[in-house]
């Protein structure tokens, strides 16, 4: 119960109030990029929200039964971007040869991905908060859900920019950032929500 | 003559995320005080500039077919090597940029150059190039800060410079406040150097050769099917 219980917590926290995107900026790229369909955000969320969860999955072995006990610890962003980027470009290749449906939906963003700072983000921030593989792993998915949240909710608003008519020097990217940041704006009303359902 | 232009193309005609709108993750998350917003663009700068020369002489060695994991190997290594120099010198500062320190590593900016510059040009040239581009980043960075610190704390590089009588505004240094700084800069570049907007999309990413390859660019896909 009492791990359920965190797990929740772990979870909410990473999609409300620690949002990657709009509280932690980490892949503003893509968020910023991709947004402008609705199909897309779905697709590149639901792609980024994979790789976290297994590139969770493989570096929490490479870090505690590869580094730590040769005692590189201090080479852990070689050895995470180095297995990010293997890991990605072998999805990509099975997916394309065995999945096709699933390649068309999703693998097309996956290239986007390797150089995405919210992967290597949630696998460095999974060390620093000390999680084990089970809280890593839910702390991974719960920032990619986050992430997918946030660009679904931004594609609406970029929508409704698109049919604005708004002064030439705003228009393009400070527009954009200025919608985000009035999204931003509302995240924060998200703060003390987890604490208090949960009563911790 | 042109080696001065390599350099002094990336500070404002091609500043890289003012005008080229690369590397946003980093403006805007370590921009809270003026002093992080230096620290990071130099630790930037320094790795950029160690990138570019070494890319710049391996360009023949490196097969293209696997170019891109070579190049986040080598930046890889001189971002190791920052963050172990700044932990040792400058503790402060490491643990103000914290994870962004190590995410130097996945800076668009970095790879861009060394796809489009470094791996095409001789050594001088790309030095050059990595420290033009790496002092423009510096230069938002630091711009972007010192709006942020003054208004959100009412400092600048930790000294009091606001009257007492206004009262900081904390909505600067959250979040919110760093989208609408920056996007406040950009317009501001924009209107003074009467720059054609740019929209922040997939081609500004170095991998987008890879996606427009395969044609299946996302970015592309929206163009063609029209407005969403």
């Known amino acids: ?200 | 003559m042109s080696y001065m232009k390599e350099f002094t193309k990336g500070l404002i005609k091609e500043n890289p995320n003012m005008v080229m709108l690369l590397g946003m993750c980093p403006t805007l998350a370590v921009t809270t005080m003026a002093i992080n917003g230096l620290g990071m663009g130099l630790s930037t700068t320094f790795v950029l500039v160690c990138s570019n020369i070494a890319i710049s002489l391996l360009k023949k060695i490196i097969p293209s077919s696997v170019r891109l994991p070579c190049y986040i190997v080598v930046i890889a290594g001189f971002v190791t090597f920052v963050s172990l120099m700044l932990q040792a010198f400058l503790p402060a500062l490491y643990s103000a940029l914290g994870m962004f320190l190590s995410l130097i590593t996945v800076n668009c900016i970095i790879l861009g150059r060394a796809e489009m510059f470094a791996s095409k040009n001789k050594v001088l040239p790309s030095a050059l190039d990595g420290l033009g581009m790496g002092l423009g980043f510096t230069l938002t960075l630091v711009l972007v800060g010192s709006v942020r610190e003054i208004f959100g704390t009412g400092q600048w590089f930790g000294i009091t410079i606001m009257p007492d009588v206004i009262e900081p505004m904390t909505l600067f240094i959250l979040p919110a406040g760093g989208f609408f700084v920056l996007g406040t800069v950009i317009a501001v570049v924009n209107r003074i150097m009467k720059k054609k907007p740019r929209e922040i999309s997939c081609s500004n990413c170095p991998n987008a050769k890879n996606c427009f390859a395969s044609g299946e660019c996302p970015e592309k896909e929206v163009k063609e099917g029209g407005n969403a």
């Open chain 1, 1 to 200: 119960m009492e791990l359920a219980k965190d797990l929740c917590i772990i979870l909410l926290t990473g999609i409300l109030t620690e949002n990657f995107v709009l509280s932690k900026f980490l892949g503003i790229c893509p968020f910023l990029g991709v947004s402008n369909k609705f199909s897309s955000s779905l697709g590149m969320g639901a792609a980024v929200t994979f790789v976290m969860v297994c590139a969770s999955l493989v570096t929490y072995p490479i870090y505690y039964g590869v580094l730590v006990p040769l005692g590189i610890e201090y080479m852990n962003t070689i050895a995470f971007i180095l297995v990010i980027a293997v890991f990605v470009q072998l999805v990509e290749m099975v997916l394309k040869k065995f999945v096709p449906p699933l390649y068309n939906s999703l693998g097309v963003y996956l290239p986007l991905i390797t150089t995405n700072c919210a992967v290597l983000g949630v696998t460095l921030l999974n060390l620093t908060k000390e999680y084990d593989l089970l809280e890593s792993v839910v702390n991974s998915f719960g920032a990619g859900v986050g992430f997918m949240m946030a660009m679904l909710i931004f594609a609406g608003v970029r929508g409704r920019l698109a049919e604005c008519n708004i002064p030439k020097a705003l228009s393009g990217a400070p527009i954009t950032l200025m919608a985000a940041s009035i999204v931003s704006l509302a995240f924060i009303g998200f703060g003390g929500v987890v604490e208090n359902i949960f009563g911790a």
